[in-house]
């Protein structure tokens, strides 16, 4: 019950932040959340590195997906090879940021030796894991709020059917050892519910269910559930059942997001190659 009465409150409070804020503000508001997540990793890895300067994370996560959004700010679409010289620039300071920066920054530090490699893995995989789930949202919803929608849709629907079917029809169990309670009963009903909400979506925005929506739809839906299976593996190997305790029936805000860290990325990618014209109405 606490589930559905979180997913009651958030759902009207995400779509009038999609459809309602300015773009800076829009921008703003996902660093914040995100940024909230970033820590909750922090106090995951915490007791694996904590002589490691890893709140450094919440800085280093709204300068990459800034560094990012300025590289993609053409229209919201990939730099193009005529324009080399806008995109040099704030690509080579991210990649300077995830290996100078972050080298410097556990050495000067003064992480203990033992330290390093969990805090190198932190810095490493926390830094693009979170920046860039923020430039997704911020280009999906420049491009159109509806594709964010479509994005948020796919992965709620797949994440609830996954859950109730997997738990009253599961039997053959997905990754017992880093979530034992996903079946590919509950992966199926996931992917076949996340397929539906793109059916109908393509019906009501575009007139149309075409193939190009299709597989967008099917990346999304798969990397969601990648996503949710890398989030359990973290909390696995530190032995946390939740990130955190903010969203009552969901855990924390990483327990959450960790589908749609994974899945928007992936969908802004799917959109740009198969051209937004052909999902914008």
């Not at 420049?142 to 929608?149: N, T």
């Not at 793109?198 to 969601?224: I, S």
């Amino acid at each position: 019950m606490q589930r559905l009465l979180t997913a009651a409150v958030g759902i009207p409070l995400l779509v009038a932040a999609v459809f309602l804020l300015p773009g800076d503000w829009f921008f703003g508001l996902t660093v914040l959340i995100i940024d909230w997540a970033a820590l909750e990793l922090v106090r995951l890895v915490r007791p694996q590195a904590p002589g490691a300067p890893l709140h450094a994370l919440l800085l280093l996560v709204p300068l990459a997906a800034l560094g990012l959004a300025m590289a993609t700010a053409a229209g919201g679409r990939p730099p193009t090879a005529g324009a080399p010289t806008e995109a040099a620039l704030p690509l080579l300071g991210a990649g300077l940021l995830l290996t100078v920066g972050i080298g410097c920054l556990v050495l000067l530090g003064r992480t203990p030796v033992r330290e390093a490699l969990p805090a190198f893995g932190a810095f490493a995989f926390g830094v693009p894991y979170f920046s860039l789930g923020i430039l997704a949202l911020y280009r999906l919803r420049q491009l159109d709020p509806w594709l964010l929608v479509l994005g948020f849709t796919i992965v709620f629907a797949g994440d609830t059917a996954a859950f109730y079917v997997g738990r009253r029809f599961g039997r053959r169990k997905m990754a017992p050892v880093v979530s034992p309670n996903k079946s590919w009963e509950g992966a199926a009903a996931g992917l076949a519910a996340a397929l539906g909400a793109a059916v109908a979506w393509g019906w009501w925005r575009l007139g149309e269910v075409g193939a190009e929506l299709l597989a967008v739809a099917v990346a999304t839906a798969v990397a969601a559930q990648l996503g949710d299976l890398v989030e359990s593996m973290l909390k696995r190997g530190t032995g946390i059942k939740d990130s955190g305790r903010l969203l009552p029936g969901h855990g924390g805000v990483l327990d959450r997001a960790d589908a749609v860290l994974f899945a928007l990325p992936v969908m802004l990618l799917a959109v740009w190659l198969v051209g937004p014209e052909r999902l914008i109405p």
